[in-house]
């Protein structure tokens, strides 16, 4: 089953015999203090080298978040999906708690974004799945209900189907719903990646649906996240994880490496390309610091 995400010009493919995509997580203020303060000081320079940073490091769809507290996010995304979408042409996916946000983001948003997100409450049932229906987007759904996040993967694919039957029923097909089976940090529950990593295995194998993942969570509260986060990340695309929100800078020659162990990289000339390119964008942007006044 094949997820496909378009901008004005170009198409993102995402399946279990695809590589894995990136969707860059940067354009998002939470715990991001200078995109916070560039978004309320109308800094959209700060805005465009994030963009281009992702892209350049491996992102083929984007996150937008503009959730800034006191800030009029209705009328900001339009202004930097716009933004966005002028300087680049990968897809986006578009990141609020707000229908209205929702709503007003995907009214400019070119070809088909990604939602993120719904779950299984019903408020947001009823209110997200209308407005994903009616632009003709796709949607990632995340696997809690008006209970919470369920402890047992069992209960966690149960919610995937109610989302999934809930949106196939309003109209939007089954490949356009993306599960996100969540992910709890170990440092509180030793078991919870573990949790994830079967709920992953039981949707793939009862819908065939595409599974995105916010792998850093598994890692928080813990010392040397980035061994964990990438550790992660790895079994879970072995599991049949097919795309994550993540940070296409340190996580990009993980994914690289995984797709290339999984048989998705005819001989290595993607992990190839990402190592030439790689050594070059940490060079010039190592010639950038330090060319910048101290």
Not at 118 to 139: C, F, H, M, Q, Y
Not at 188 to 194: L, N, Q, R
């Amino acid at each position: 089953m094949h997820t496909i995400l378009k901008s004005a010009t170009r198409e993102v493919k995402i399946g279990i015999d695809r590589p894995f995509v990136i969707i860059g997580e940067k354009i998002n203020p939470t715990g991001h203090k200078k995109l916070a303060a560039a978004l309320q000081q109308e800094d959209f320079e700060y805005v465009r080298n994030l963009v281009e940073r992702q892209i350049s490091w491996g992102a083929e769809v984007l996150d937008v978040n503009v959730g800034v507290p006191g800030l009029d996010e209705v009328s900001m995304i339009p202004r930097i999906v716009e933004l966005i979408s002028s300087i680049s042409d990968v897809p986006l996916c578009l990141d609020s708690g707000n229908p209205d946000v929702l709503a007003a983001g995907l009214a400019v948003a070119p070809g088909k974004p990604l939602v993120n997100s719904v779950s299984g409450e019903e408020k947001r049932l009823n209110t997200v799945l209308p407005i994903v229906k009616d632009r003709g987007a796709a949607v990632i759904g995340l696997t809690m209900d008006d209970n919470g996040i369920p402890a047992t993967a069992e209960d966690r694919m149960a919610v995937a189907e109610k989302i999934l039957n809930r949106a196939v029923q309003m109209g939007i097909p089954a490949e356009d719903v993306i599960i996100d089976p969540l992910v709890l940090t170990v440092g509180s529950d030793s078991k919870a990646a573990w949790v994830t990593l079967q709920t992953i295995v039981l949707i793939r194998k009862e819908f065939g649906l595409n599974i995105n993942l916010g792998a850093s969570n598994v890692s928080f509260g813990l010392p040397d996240r980035m061994s964990i986060n990438q550790a992660f990340l790895s079994m879970a695309m072995q599991m049949g994880a097919t795309c994550s929100i993540t940070d296409p800078v340190k996580m990009g020659a993980t994914v690289k490496s995984t797709d290339l162990l999984l048989a998705r990289d005819d001989n290595s000339l993607r992990y190839l390309k990402y190592f030439r390119a790689s050594e070059k964008l940490r060079a010039r942007e190592a010639e950038l610091a330090a060319s910048k006044p101290s």
